[in-house]
């Protein structure tokens, strides 16, 4: 039975079985059940194929009632590739275990099977960059809360005094509820009795920002490798990963990149985790597809290392030097069982002392909010554009030089057909000719791989990256709201002022951190984008160089006639 569905992300489709989607489109999906993480459906332009399963929402309506229940399947809600969150490829539910490639087969003896979710159960729907969080209120048995020593926390007020004081936001679908943020800033969520780990912000000329990684590194990944197990049942993609801080490498398949990715994006609620890349149906272990793969995770591992936060984690640091399968498994639960997870993890925050007006805030917010918007539609024009040109350097020129190298090829055929009045120098300099713009066809042909391919990897980083931020943009705004409605209370008389106070304070905390994410997306888009540039242009001089040179020696033969 066919149903109908929303997009929550665009989909470019690279495949002939595959339809392209844009973000908010209806759809119809044939069968609800999804094959290996795809559905089979038809977008609002009539084409019919083949888009993935985490990329849309199945539009359910409850009975007895005009509320509409969007919800995710459950057979589809695996990440992606080019993983982005809540709003671009890659973004999802990757806890569950529907994996639809090879490379994400059963974990077998790495699996303990400590990651499944449960989408049935509202308190772990998708969080704020994507990703299931579990609500702070729920009972989660990976979590183990301490009791709170009396008077241990001003601020923490009990959830029964806070639900009476201040309303909560009654869409439990907001990423400001799922993600634990509206319970941390309302004063809910319990302070633990040690807290091992800890990131600060710092005030720099821009405004807030990370601090800076005490050792900072970078990593390779290399030799993308086909091997096989189960007696060659199974088949997957090994990569060779080597930290520059230990130069000891480990192997590790895309469904270890998968982990870390669902680890990054449950744990870290207020940052940007760039999407990995994107997933395929067919043809995973051809050598293009292998060697797009191995750029785009080259991409996302060198955003990783260069995060201030990111790149400390603990989970992070076992993926990158783990090579012991008994000391992963071991490393693996101690990860999923990690704490400060979601609204736990604003508790590791330390901010500056330095007063910021919260008006003055949401004003650097908004206009961060238009920014990102502007350049996710430029990047997304660029993208497009530069997808049109590569089809033309593999089709359009290349065809179009090889017409007309035929065709001085055949005006040459023609001058040797009277051999009195024949010149053998002038027909072997057309000949020539025609040859050398076949050649400049073939060499449009393979131009991309040098320089369109590099920039269309880069944009697609960025495409995830930019996709977050709405979501994260809107923890500050429930934040904000939350602040706004406490004082009002506390003016009428309906509240302490210093629980007013406390929830400012809070509001502060993911503001900083906002804030912070914020001067780092821009630190690092200045760099990306001046290396992508120059790199893009130095190929381009360096082919249009060797055009000129083809078109020169070909000249040359013309002098002597």
């Not at 780092?520 to 984008?529: A, G, I, K, M």
Request: aromatic share 10%; net charge negative.
């Amino acid at each position: 039975m066919s149903v109908k569905a929303k997009a929550i992300y665009t989909f470019q489709s690279e495949n002939k079985e595959e339809i392209s989607i844009q973000e908010n489109e209806e759809l119809v999906i044939f069968d609800k059940n999804s094959v290996d993480g795809w559905f089979q459906g038809e977008n609002s332009r009539g084409e019919k194929g083949l888009f993935p399963a985490s990329y849309v929402e199945i539009i359910r309506s409850r009975s007895n009632s005009n509320v509409t229940d969007c919800s995710i399947s459950p057979a589809g809600s695996l990440g992606n590739d080019s993983s982005y969150f809540p709003s671009t490829p890659n973004t999802s539910l990757h806890l569950q275990q529907s994996y639809y490639d090879d490379d994400d087969d059963d974990w077998d003896d790495w699996d303990d099977r400590s990651t499944v979710v449960d989408d049935a159960d509202p308190s772990r729907s998708p969080g704020a960059n994507g990703h299931a969080h579990q609500s702070p209120l729920s009972y989660n048995p990976n979590v183990h809360y301490r009791a709170k020593p009396h008077m241990e926390r001003q601020d923490s007020i009990s959830s029964s005094r806070k639900g009476s004081m201040v309303g909560r936001n009654l869409n439990r679908f907001s990423s400001f509820v799922r993600s634990g943020v509206e319970a941390f800033v309302l004063g809910d969520v319990p302070m633990m009795a040690k807290i091992a780990e800890s990131y600060t912000i710092e005030m720099g000329p821009m405004g807030p920002l990370w601090k800076e990684s005490p050792q900072p590194f970078s990593c390779s990944i290399e030799d993308p490798t086909k091997q096989t197990k189960f007696k060659g049942i199974k088949t997957y993609i090994s990569y060779r990963v080597t930290p520059s801080h230990t130069g000891r490498p480990v192997y590790r398949r895309y469904k270890h990149f998968d982990w870390l990715y669902n680890r990054l994006l449950h744990k870290f609620t207020v940052i940007s985790v760039p999407h990995l890349p994107e997933k395929q149906a067919t043809g995973r272990f051809e050598e293009d597809f292998i060697e797009k793969r191995k750029r785009r995770l080259i991409l996302w591992m060198n955003h990783m290392t260069s995060h201030p936060v990111l790149s400390q984690y603990e989970g992070f640091e076992h993926f990158l030097m783990c090579a012991d399968d008994k000391q992963w498994k071991l490393g693996k639960r101690r990860a999923e069982k990690d704490e400060m997870v979601g609204a736990h993890f604003m508790l590791t925050l330390q901010i500056p002392n330095e007063h910021q007006d919260l008006q003055d805030v949401e004003e650097r917010i908004d206009t961060f909010k238009a920014f990102a918007k502007k350049m996710d539609d430029s990047v997304m024009q660029l993208t497009h554009v530069a997808s049109e040109l590569v089809r033309k350097h593999l089709g359009g020129f290349r065809k179009e030089f090889q017409r007309l190298g035929n065709s001085f090829q055949s005006i040459s055929q023609a001058f040797t057909l009277d051999p009195p009045h024949s010149s053998e120098a002038l027909n072997k300099a057309i000949s020539h000719t025609g040859r050398t713009y076949e050649n400049i066809g073939e060499m449009f042909a393979e131009q991309p791989k040098y320089d369109l391919f590099h920039m269309l990897d880069k944009l697609s980083l960025y495409q995830g990256l930019l996709a977050n931020f709405p979501d994260i943009i809107h923890l500050q705004k429930g934040a904000f709201a939350k602040v706004k409605e406490s004082q009002r209370m506390s003016d009428e008389g309906k509240m302490d002022q210093d629980e007013a106070d406390g929830i400012r304070k809070r509001c502060r905390t993911v503001g900083f951190a906002l804030q912070a994410e914020m001067s780092h997306f821009h630190h690092q888009r200045e760099v990306d984008f001046k290396d992508m540039m120059q790199a893009y242009l130095t190929e381009q001089i360096a082919f249009y160089q060797r055009v000129v040179q083809q078109l020169e020696r070909t000249l040359r033969m013309y002098d002597c006639l």
